[in-house]
C-alpha cells in the first residue's frame, strides 16, 4: 500500500483558493487599505520608546502603479516565502494589529503584474519579485508561479512594495483631493483614535500622479481621520453637550436656542459601555440640511458644482463625497463599512446625522461589504440612542430642509430664477409654474385637485405622522400610504437607505413620468405599466386616480402611481 500526501493542493486548487481570495474584497480601495494597514500595523509593533514612524506613497494613475514604504518592525527574509502564500501571517500581536485573516498580501500581489518587496528587521534584509501574477491567476497553466528572493548585505529596517501593472481599479480616476479624502477615511492613515486619546504619529507622505498627468509632489497627510468637526470654524458647529449646559436654563427663550443651533453642525463625542466591559467610542454630527453634504463635498475639493445632480457619477464616487451614514472603526483604522439606520420615527432625519463607532471588539477583514446580526443590531442600537437625543432639540429648534447654511437669501435673485422657469399654462390649477423639482408643489397640487374634486375615493387621515411616510389615508375600508415625489426616480434613494420599504407603500404621487424615471427603474428591475381605463375591465379595481403601476416581478403587491400632469 502507498501513502499520498492528498493534503497538498493542485494547481487547480490554488487558483481558485486565490480566485476566492479576491472575491473576498468588494471595496474600490481595498488595495491601498491593504498595503497601509500593513505598513501601519508594522510601525505600531516597534517597541522603540518616542520611535517615529514613516509612511511614504506614491501613486501613478497614468502607469497604475502604487509604492508604499515604511520604516516599521520589517519582515524576517526567512519567512517572507510562507508570508506571500494565502492566508499566512506574521502578525503575532492581536492587541493593536488590525489584519487578521492573512490573505493582504495574495490580494495585491495577484492584482498586479510586477510585484517588487524590499524589507529588513535591522538585522536581515532581502528583496523579493513576483512576475506575471495576474496573468498566471487568469490561465490555465500547470507551471508554477516562481518567487526570485536575494539576501542584501545593507540592513534596512522596514518594508517597501512596489506594484506595477496594477488592474485599473476605480481609485486609479480620483483627483489628488478625492484620494486624500479616501485615505483618511477609509484606511488606517485615517486614524480615529486621536479623535478621542493622543496616539502615536506617524509622518505621512503623498506623491500622485493624477489621470491628466498633473503631478503632486511632497505632500503631507496627517495621520489622523478627517473629521468635518476639524474642517468648521467656530461659527459653523456646536457641541450639543455644550448647548446642553448653556441653553437648556427655563431662563433662555425658545429664539435664542434657536438662534444657537441655527446653520450649525451640531456634534456630539461619547462612550458606551457594553455589558459592562466593550467600550463603544463614538464621534456624531447632525447637519441642518441634507443638501449641506453637498456643499461641503464641494467645498472640500471632492466634487465639482455640475456633477452634484449627476447620479452615475455621484454613485460612482460615493465613497469619495461627504455623506450621512453610521460607520465603523476597528482598533484605530475607519472600515468604510456603512451599518444600516435602525427604524425610527422621524426617519427623514438618519439623512442628516453622520456616526462613527470606534469598537476595538469588532471582528474585521478587509473587504467585507457589511456587518449582519448582532454585531449590527448593537451598534444599531447605540445609534438609535445618539438619534433620540439629537432629536429632542433638532425637531424643535432646527429647521429640517434648511440647505443654505448660512448663505445669504436673495429674495430678487429668486423670483428672477422663478420667471424662468417653465409656464404650465394650464386653467386647471392655481400653479402658474411647472413643480419640476419641487416635492412641496407636488404635493400642494394633489390637495388642490382633491379640493377640486378630480382626485377622488380617498378620505385624508394624517400627513407625515412620525416623519415616515407622507400621507396616511383610506380607500374604502383600505388604509393606505401616500408617498410624495418630484421626480419618480427619488423613491429609488428611499428604498436604498431602507428608510423607506417598497411593500409599505400603496401609491407614490410625482409630476410628470419621465424617460429618465423609466431607465433609473429598469436599471433595478422594477417595470413602470401605465394604467389604461376601459369600461370592460373586470377584477381588482386598481388604486383611485392612478395612471401607472410600479412592478417589482410580483415579488411584493404593486405600488400605484399617480402622475399629476396627467391629472391635470
Given at each position: 500500500m502507498k501513502t499520498i500526501n492528498f493534503l497538498n493542493p493542485g494547481m487547480k486548487q490554488v487558483r481558485k483558493s486565490i480566485i476566492d481570495i479576491e472575491d473576498s474584497y468588494n471595496n474600490e480601495w481595498d488595495i491601498l487599505a491593504e498595503l497601509i494597514q500593513n505598513a501601519v500595523d508594522a510601525i505600531r509593533n516597534i517597541e522603540v520608546k518616542d520611535y517615529k514612524g514613516k509612511i511614504d506613497i506614491f501613486i501613478n494613475a497614468i502607469d497604475k502603479e502604487i509604492r508604499i514604504k515604511?520604516?516599521?518592525?520589517?519582515?524576517?527574509?526567512?519567512?517572507?516565502?510562507?508570508?506571500?502564500?494565502?492566508?499566512?501571517?506574521?502578525?503575532?500581536?492581536?492587541?493593536?494589529?488590525?489584519?487578521?485573516?492573512g490573505v493582504g498580501l495574495t490580494f495585491v500581489m495577484f492584482n498586479c503584474n510586477y510585484f517588487e518587496l524590499i524589507t529588513g528587521n535591522g538585522e536581515k534584509s532581502c528583496y523579493a519579485k513576483v512576475s506575471d501574477a495576474s496573468v498566471w491567476k487568469n490561465s490555465i497553466s500547470e507551471e508554477d508561479l516562481q518567487l526570485s528572493i536575494k539576501n542584501m548585505d545593507e540592513t534596512i529596517q522596514g518594508t517597501e512594495v512596489?506594484?506595477?501593472?496594477?488592474?485599473?481599479?476605480?481609485?486609479?480616476?480620483?483627483?489628488?483631493?478625492?484620494?486624500?479624502?479616501v485615505l483618511r477615511t477609509r484606511t488606517s492613515i485615517g486614524n480615529t483614535k486621536v479623535i478621542w486619546n493622543e496616539d502615536i504619529d506617524i509622518s505621512i507622505n503623498l506623491e500622485f500622479v493624477d489621470?491628466?498627468?498633473?503631478?503632486?509632489?511632497?505632500?503631507?497627510?496627517?495621520?489622523?481621520?478627517?473629521?468635518?468637526?476639524d474642517e468648521l470654524n467656530d461659527n459653523e458647529?456646536?457641541?450639543?453637550?455644550?448647548?446642553?449646559?448653556?441653553?437648556?436654563?427655563?431662563?433662555?427663550?425658545?429664539?435664542?436656542?434657536?438662534?444657537?443651533?441655527?446653520?450649525?453642525?451640531?456634534?456630539?463625542?461619547?462612550?458606551?459601555?457594553?455589558?459592562?466591559?466593550?467600550?463603544?467610542?463614538?464621534?456624531?454630527?447632525?447637519?441642518?440640511?441634507?443638501?449641506?453634504?453637498?456643499k461641503l463635498s464641494v467645498d472640500l475639493n471632492l466634487i465639482t458644482d455640475d456633477k452634484i445632480d449627476d447620479d452615475e457619477y455621484v454613485e460612482n464616487y460615493h465613497y469619495a463625497l461627504m455623506n450621512s451614514g453610521i460607520f465603523t472603526s476597528v482598533k484605530g483604522m475607519p472600515t468604510g463599512i456603512?451599518?444600516?439606520?435602525?427604524k425610527t420615527g422621524y426617519a427623514g432625519y438618519w439623512s442628516n446625522l453622520f456616526i462613527i463607532f470606534e469598537d476595538s471588539s469588532l471582528k474585521f477583514d478587509i473587504g467585507r461589504k457589511s456587518i449582519h446580526g448582532r454585531q449590527a443590531m448593537i451598534l444599531q442600537n447605540y445609534a438609535k440612542e445618539i438619534f433620540h437625543d439629537y432629536l429632542k432639540y433638532v425637531t424643535k429648534y432646527v429647521s429640517r430642509d434648511n440647505a443654505n447654511f448660512g448663505e445669504e437669501w436673495n429674495r430678487?435673485?429668486?423670483?428672477?430664477?422663478?420667471?424662468?422657469?417653465?409656464?404650465?399654462?394650464?386653467e386647471n390649477t392655481l400653479f402658474k409654474k411647472s413643480p419640476k423639482g419641487q416635492e412641496a408643489?407636488?404635493?400642494?397640487?394633489?390637495?388642490?385637485?382633491?379640493?377640486?374634486?378630480?382626485?377622488?375615493?380617498?378620505?385624508?387621515?394624517?400627513?407625515?405622522?412620525?416623519g415616515r411616510y407622507d400621507l396616511y389615508a383610506k380607500w374604502e375600508r383600505k388604509k393606505v400610504v401616500i408617498e410624495f415625489k418630484s421626480e419618480l426616480k427619488n423613491i429609488l434613494r428611499d428604498f436604498n437607505d431602507e428608510q423607506k420599504l417598497f411593500?409599505?407603500?400603496?401609491?407614490?404621487?410625482?409630476?410628470?413620468?419621465?424617460?429618465?424615471?423609466?431607465?433609473?427603474?429598469?436599471?433595478?428591475?422594477?417595470?413602470?405599466?401605465?394604467?389604461?381605463?376601459?369600461?370592460?375591465?373586470?377584477?381588482?379595481?386598481?388604486?383611485?386616480?392612478?395612471?401607472?403601476?410600479?412592478?417589482?416581478?410580483?415579488?411584493?403587491?404593486?405600488?400605484?402611481?399617480i402622475d399629476l400632469k396627467k391629472i391635470i
Open positions: 515604511d520604516n516599521g518592525i520589517g519582515i524576517n527574509p526567512d519567512e517572507l516565502p510562507d508570508l506571500l502564500k494565502p492566508f499566512s501571517s506574521n502578525k503575532t500581536n492581536e492587541s493593536i494589529s488590525v489584519g487578521e485573516k512596489i506594484l506595477k501593472q496594477v488592474s485599473n481599479l476605480p481609485f486609479f480616476d480620483l483627483t489628488f483631493d478625492q484620494l486624500v479624502y489621470q491628466n498627468g498633473e503631478h503632486f509632489k511632497d505632500k503631507e497627510i496627517p495621520f489622523k481621520y478627517l473629521s468635518l468637526i458647529k456646536i457641541d450639543l453637550d455644550h448647548f446642553k449646559i448653556h441653553y437648556e436654563d427655563a431662563l433662555k427663550t425658545d429664539a435664542e436656542k434657536r438662534r444657537a443651533l441655527f446653520n450649525k453642525i451640531i456634534y456630539k463625542k461619547g462612550e458606551f459601555l457594553h455589558n459592562n466591559n466593550r467600550k463603544l467610542k463614538y464621534l456624531a454630527y447632525f447637519v441642518p440640511g441634507r443638501a449641506v453634504w453637498d456603512v451599518v444600516n439606520n435602525p430678487d435673485e429668486v423670483f428672477d430664477e422663478i420667471s424662468e422657469m417653465i409656464d404650465l399654462n394650464n408643489q407636488v404635493c400642494a397640487m394633489f390637495y388642490e385637485q382633491a379640493a377640486k374634486g378630480k382626485i377622488k375615493d380617498l378620505v385624508f387621515l394624517t400627513s407625515g405622522y412620525k411593500d409599505e407603500i400603496d401609491c407614490i404621487v410625482c409630476w410628470n413620468i419621465s424617460e429618465e424615471d423609466e431607465k433609473a427603474l429598469k436599471s433595478k428591475s422594477i417595470s413602470i405599466e401605465e394604467i389604461k381605463k376601459s369600461r370592460l375591465s373586470t377584477g381588482v379595481p386598481s388604486f383611485p386616480n392612478a395612471t401607472h403601476r410600479l412592478d417589482l416581478g410580483g415579488m411584493v403587491k404593486p405600488i400605484y402611481i
